[in-house]
């Protein structure tokens, strides 16, 4: 194993072979967006399996890097070359102190899959069940960590040109350092297996692999084999004599459940994770999963509020609300990025509005005004994008914005409309009353205000201070003119009379003294930097 001198050595190397270095060098932004992140993506396949896994790990933080990069990290394929056998043998007998031999009827030496954190093999228990061992790739847990603290720490030397892309970067690091240790652990797996059948239970439609338990530790996972159409082949599906059509829409429907009603939903469902096994779908590879609190799920039916009910400030502050802002926020500068944002999506209606493109730009506001949303946040809005493209390609006339709506509106879950108790409906009618009663007496303080003078405006301007900046360089440049004005009449006047009755010395004296004055203002004007 390397040392990480050498390892951090290899990363820059690699990173300046594809053209990062002349970043480094020059701290100048380049022009070409679409190549450099190309770039990025064949940087990472060649450093190995750990910068493909922290690459696909970034191709889920849509706030971390501009969409382009996100793009093409999302293209990193999750396959590696196959480890040993011996290797499974070994990290078996290591967490569970038995041979395969014990415990299993069979195992297939031929992986059936090999990614960049995990191998997994077809197997038979002793009792007869069909399964799978899914065991971690030796020293994965190690080069992986090591490689995020590398990278965070080239990052961290990168100059603003680079970070700037960036809102918070030692955060994100951490976060993903984080996550990584959750996903390198299997057992959090299994229990995510666990729930997920256990909240999906009553569907006929959705299901997920069952774990074996007694043979799951933090390197090894077993669990059952599903046995049907994979990575949704169309051929297939079509002979089997599925509609593709109603695939998609159950799929929608399907998620839209995990969100809304259980606030626990697959983080990665592409294709590779799908399997079709009678009439049902069924969801594989928990290793990232997404959970949403209470109160973001409340924030997530609250903006959809907002926009059918096209309340642009009410989606400011949610926005607000829901993120961690690293800087203040310009809220009249950010108002006004949200209403162009929302004039594009105004004039549709809610089963036109495109949910990737949707979710793209609220997480592009919101980065450029340095504002983190929360992880789970926009997980879901990658989780989102990927259904949408796998709804797509099974079925390109479905719109999951109109399966969203039908949804919404048949749930019991979700209302748009908040609902009043009879305690929040009688605090209402009560104070509706007595502001009923103040009315008359309010109103009548007001016009006596009026008619005795005694009416003040105060109008608070937005940008109060360059507003006023620009009013006082207008007036300054007025006195300017009047001051030049002045003198050239009186110099005309003391002209005119020199010549008819000699030059009056007093006259003069009182010329240059208010030339002299003139000039000190001027020269204040000019100083003050207000001209």
Do not use: C
């Not at 509609?243 to 159950?250: S, W």
């Amino acid at each position: 194993m390397k040392s990480n001198r050498e390892r951090l050595t290899e990363i820059a190397s690699v990173l300046a072979s594809y053209g990062f270095g002349h970043i480094y060098r020059t701290r100048v932004r380049t022009k070409h967006k679409e190549q450099d992140a190309a770039n990025l993506r064949l940087a990472f396949e060649e450093l190995g399996p750990s910068f493909i896994k922290i690459g696909q790990i970034i191709s889920t933080r849509q706030d971390l890097l501009p969409p382009e990069y996100i793009k093409e990290m999302s293209k990193l394929r999750d396959d590696a070359p196959p480890f040993p056998y011996k290797d499974i043998r070994r990290i078996f007998k290591e967490d569970f102190k038995e041979e395969l031999e014990d415990v299993f009827e069979w195992v297939e030496q031929t992986p059936l899959a090999s990614a960049s954190v995990a191998q997994v093999h077809r197997a038979q228990l002793l009792t007869g069940e069909q399964v799978v061992i899914k065991v971690q790739r030796p020293e994965i847990e190690e080069n992986l960590l090591r490689d995020i603290q590398l990278f965070s720490r080239i990052v961290s030397m990168a100059p603003e040109t680079v970070k700037e892309m960036l809102v918070d970067a030692k955060a994100a690091f951490k976060e993903i350092e984080e996550t990584t240790k959750l996903e390198l652990d299997f057992r959090n797996e299994g229990q995510a297996l666990i729930k997920f059948r256990r909240l999906n239970k009553e569907l006929d439609a959705v299901t997920a692999p069952k774990p074996v338990l007694t043979y799951t530790s933090k390197r090894v996972l077993v669990e059952e084999y599903i046995k049907g159409i994979r990575g949704l082949n169309q051929e297939e599906i079509r002979e089997e004599g599925y509609e593709k059509k109603d695939i998609a829409e159950k799929l929608v429907y399907s998620f839209l459940s995990q969100i809304f009603k259980d606030g626990f939903f697959h983080g990665d469902p592409h294709p590779g994770n799908l399997v079709i096994k009678e009439k049902k779908i069924v969801f594989i590879d928990f290793g990232i999963v997404g959970e949403l609190s209470d109160s973001v799920k409340d924030d997530l039916i609250s903006i959809m509020r907002a926009i059918v009910f096209e309340d642009l400030d009410q989606l400011m502050n949610l926005l607000l609300q829901m993120a961690i802002t690293k800087e203040k926020v310009d809220r009249f500068d950010f108002s006004e990025d949200l209403h162009d944002f929302y004039q594009s999506y105004i004039s549709r209606s809610f089963g036109q509005i495109d949910l990737s493109t949707f979710f793209s730009d609220v997480l592009h506001v919101t980065h450029k005004y340095k504002m983190v949303m929360p992880n789970d946040f926009i997980l879901l809005a990658k989780s989102l994008t990927i259904l949408e493209g796998v709804v797509s390609d099974l079925h390109p006339d479905i719109n999951i914005m109109e399966i969203a709506s039908t949804y919404i509106k048949a749930s019991n879950d979700i209302s748009l409309i908040d609902k009043l108790s009879k305690e929040k409906l009688k605090i209402g009618v009560y104070q509706l009353a007595m502001d009923s009663f103040k009315l008359p007496s309010t109103f009548k303080r007001v016009l006596d205000t009026v008619n005795n003078g005694r009416l003040m405006v105060h109008i608070d301007l937005v940008h109060f201070e360059d507003k006023w900046r620009e009013v006082n360089k207008m007036v300054n440049r007025l006195v300017f003119a009047l001051i030049i004005a002045a003198l050239i009449i009186a110099s005309s006047v003391i002209f005119v009379l020199s010549e008819g009755a000699g030059v009056s010395f007093f006259a003069i004296a009182i010329f240059i003294g208010a030339g002299v004055m003139g000039m000190w203002l001027l020269i204040s004007i000019i100083r003050s930097g207000t001209l």
